[in-house]
């Protein structure tokens, strides 16, 4: 997972259609005052309490981010509480609905769900390593003993994709797979794998998938398949809701712009000098709206019904 998903293709369309309802653990009642009080002050729940969502990339996400929230409790002095979303689709919905005041997107969630009307402002991009800029790699993998070699060999091939609203589990793939003259819809039989550890899971068996794409850092988890293209991706942001009160908003970008992994230890953070942590998180790095352009680009290119409001 970068601190930086359902089946079958007829998901991709959702979003075209009107947005999966979302489920979450905080913000998620049902009208009446509680929403309308939260709305006008700007927060999902109330001025206590800041909604922290996340795209649903595997089975330890909300363990991995936890001394993430913890440090932005330390900052904003609010209590965070975690949005668990049952997909990426469930994700954006909560954004759009302002259920979320802080949340980790991948960048063409990120587009989508403000090509749908969510306001929300990118802070920075998170990075795992010393020296390394924002940006990750969506890989092509086949299990270990394959005889694919290259994309062109994935036609007529079952081809787990992770989430139709994920960058590098389907976005980035499927514009690599138009540009070697396969037709991600028809030339090929898809799988939405729902999450990119799962992903990497059902092509290292061979079954279910014969090929399939994930973000790197679950692919190299495996031993059991193999990277035959890869391709640079841009990092995915941390956001904050743009309706949020201006002072807590500051609070926000001053202490998650640019921070690296010893500004948290440093703050008393349980759980961030771990190896599970440093394996997942060094610093950040600022992003803006515009560094999301060349996702807008291939939303064209593609014509992803997902790119669409």
Known sequence: MKLRALPALAGAAVLALGLAA????????????????????GFAVDENTLVFGVVPDSVDTETNYQPLMDYIADITGKKVEYHESTDYAALIEAAVAGKVDVASFSGFTYVTATNNGAKLTPIASIVTAEGQEPGYYSQAIVPKGSSISSLADFKGKKVCFVDPSSTSGYLFPSYNLLKAGIDPKTDITPVFAGKHDVSVQKVGEG???????????????????????????????????????????????????????????????????TEAFRSVFYATKPVDDKYYDLIRDICKETKAEQCQG
């Open 207 to 273: 079954v279910e998938c014969e090929a399939g794409f994930a973000e790197d850092s679950e692919v190299e988890k495996s031993d059991a398949v193999k990277v035959i293209d890869q391709t640079m991706v841009p990092g995915a942001p941390l956001v904050y809701s743009s309706t949020l009160p201006s002072e807590v908003s500051k609070k926000l970008v001053d202490g998650l712009s640019e921070i690296t992994i010893d500004d948290i230890i440093a703050k008393g953070v349980k759980g961030a000098d």
């Open 22 to 41: 979302c489920s979450g653990t905080a913000g998620a009642t049902d009208g009446g005052s509680t929403d309308g009080q939260a709305a006008a002050s």
